[in-house]
């Protein structure tokens, strides 16, 4: 029986594609956004074979969007907001005007009218969501100053780009009517817009922030992990969906403050690591849904305006946000990061471009340019980031590594030097915080490692020794002086990642004791765990705790031992490794 299938088929054609393509894009050393956004441009209808449905991919890129940006909210308090908001307001606002008047002048050289080239030059003036945050993600600067002060600035980009998608049909309908009753409608919707946004963010400061924690908190109660993630899904998704039906906020935005206000609770990081497949998965069909908007027969038929709207984008948006950054005293390494961050557009060019050819006040041609500047910006983004990184490499002077550790307080994350036979948390979730709980009594000396800078706050005003980093890297071993520790815990919920750690730190101290927190699925992995514990066994861990309950009990029951004892525990006859199985900890 026939069946009529377009969600699969997209969805089934567009990662397939993508993961083939973007393999080839690995093999050949360039980064595999290319290898998306080349596997789109072969799915959509402007190539011969294979045609995803154009309508359902922008939705399923969407959900993209809405999960990381909900991810971005997990890891990014409204202190952090506030603290770069002296740089990201006036920035933004700066550099979408630049872009802006850059946009106006090229429209003009082809002849387009005023109201047409101020919307080719707003579409130009935004950065893609996921482009920026792929690029922090993957050099580690999420949690930095300068991944700070970029995504700031990228919210209020999005602020912005929400304004000009609702103002834009009014001033249509105005420049058609051109009475004194458009112009006061237009001030109405700009007021009425400008309410809605205050609202919503005034709602999830203040009701959402006591709500939605509670709501986590009560859902992880019952046990299950099915329900966890289910919730963390709803309340993405339907704040996501409620800002923009209600609000007339955008996706993004929703679910930026969504993951904001949850940052808060000591599942935020359960949360993250929990949707965090989801979020590569449909960040993958966010890339594929632009190269499906591309025309290649746009790059022979106006070549120069390409060039022209690249060195916009590329060029003026990069130099704009460079300027404005040296500006305010920020090193050069941070202004250059920012301004590579920004050197490309995205999803809101994508709606305000499609609006606007819609409404007739910009020009199809205009159009065409800004989804090819997108798709090539996009390619050459990540080119953009290992030129940079080279050059930095080869120019940076001993004076601007000084004044870039100061922008990001390095000074304060050392661990005294004198701290040794201590014992070692990577992690300061629930599990971690728990552990440390019951290990201070003790009078056990310890070093906590976090990557997230408000738990790393959080430990400095509790007294406690702490260093902001990640524990996969040797640097921030050696900060913890895992050399001299005696015992290193790790309770993060990624396995494999731990297993990482621990061969690193074995390596660093063959006699380090150290104890994993394993993490399994309720359903499918439990019952079948030998796999993955055997295999962090055999990168360099003592003991593997499966039971997540019990993860802080037996692990601070363990280390007490072999403090009162004076040896590590060993209960197997194998090298003194040990795996706890569920309930076996009790």
């Not at 069946?3 to 699969?8: A, C, F, G, K």
């Not at 082809?110 to 919307?119: D, T």
């Not at 019952?222 to 329900?227: N, V």
């Not at 409620?242 to 000591?266: K, Y």
Request: charged fraction near 15%; aromatic fraction near 6%; charge should be negative.
């Amino acid at each position: 029986m026939p069946h009529s299938t377009p969600l699969i088929t997209t969805i089934v054609g567009g990662l397939a594609l993508a993961y083939i393509l973007g393999m080839i894009a690995q093999r050949l050393k360039i980064s595999p956004l290319v290898g998306y956004l080349a596997a789109g441009v072969l799915a959509g209808p402007f190539t011969p074979g294979f045609v995803a449905d154009t309508s359902l991919a922008p939705e399923l890129a969407e959900i993209g969007v809405i999960l990381l940006m909900f991810g971005v909210g997990l890891h990014f308090s409204l202190k952090d907001l506030m603290a770069v908001k002296a740089i990201a307001i006036p920035g933004a606002i700066a550099q979408i005007t630049v872009a802006t008047l850059l946009g106006l002048g090229l429209s003009t050289f082809f002849g387009w009218g005023l109201f047409s080239g101020i919307v080719f030059g707003l579409c130009l003036s935004t950065a893609s969501t996921v482009v920026l945050l792929r690029a922090l993600e993957e050099r580690g600067l999420i949690d930095s100053q300068r991944g700070q002060i970029a995504i700031g600035w990228l919210i209020v980009e999005d602020l912005a780009m929400v304004l000009a998608l609702v103002l834009l049909p009014a001033i249509a309908n105005m420049l058609e009517s051109s009475d004194q009753t458009s112009i006061s409608q237009l001030l109405i919707n700009l007021g009425i817009t400008i309410g809605k946004v205050v609202a919503f963010i005034l709602i999830m400061m203040i009701v959402g922030r006591k709500l939605i924690p509670w709501i986590l908190a009560k859902t992880a109660a019952t046990g299950s992990r099915e329900l966890f993630t289910l919730c963390v899904l709803a309340l993405a998704l339907g704040i996501a969906y409620a800002a923009v039906t209600l609000f007339d906020a955008s996706f993004a935005l929703g679910a930026f403050f969504a993951g904001m206000v949850l940052n808060e609770s000591d599942l935020s990081h359960r949360a993250a690591q929990d949707t965090l497949p989801l979020r590569d998965a449909f960040a993958v069909l966010f890339f594929v849904s632009v190269g499906m908007l591309f025309d290649p027969m746009v790059l022979i038929e106006h070549p120069l305006g390409i060039l022209a709207t690249l060195a916009i984008i590329i060029i003026g948006k990069s130099l704009a946000a460079l300027v404005l950054v040296r500006m305010f005293g920020h090193s050069r390494r941070t202004a250059l990061t920012i301004s590579a961050s920004l050197a490309q557009i995205g999803e809101f060019a994508f709606i305000l471009a499609g609006m606007g050819v819609a409404l007739n006040v910009l020009e199809p041609d205009a159009r065409n340019l800004v989804l090819a500047g997108a798709l090539v910006s996009i390619m050459l983004n990540p080119v953009l980031f290992s030129l940079l990184d080279r050059y930095l490499a080869k120019t940076e002077t001993k004076e601007e590594q000084e004044q870039l550790q100061q922008e990001e307080m390095e000074e304060e994350m050392p661990v005294p030097v004198d701290i040794c036979g201590h014992a070692i948390i990577v992690g300061y979730g629930r599990a971690g915080s728990m552990l440390a709980e019951k290990l201070q009594p003790q009078a056990i000396p310890l070093v906590i490692i976090e990557n997230s800078r408000n738990k790393f706050a959080e430990l400095k005003e509790k007294g406690l020794n702490a260093v902001l980093g990640n524990a996969m890297t040797k640097e921030s071993l050696a900060l913890a002086r895992v050399d001299c520790a005696k015992s290193l815990l790790l309770t993060i919920p990624n396995g494999y990642e731990a297993a990482d750690i621990a061969e690193t730190a074995r390596k660093m101290n063959p006699d380090l004791n150290i104890i994993v927190r394993a993490h399994f699925d309720d359903i499918i992995v439990r019952a079948n765990y030998d796999e993955e514990a055997s295999f962090i066994l055999e990168k360099g861990a003592n003991h593997v705790i499966i039971d997540e309950d019990q993860t802080a009990s037996a692990m601070a029951e363990m280390l007490i031992q072999e403090v009162e004892f004076g040896c590590a525990i060993d209960d197997t006859p194998e090298e003194g490794q040990q795996i706890i199985a569920p309930n076996a900890a009790q």
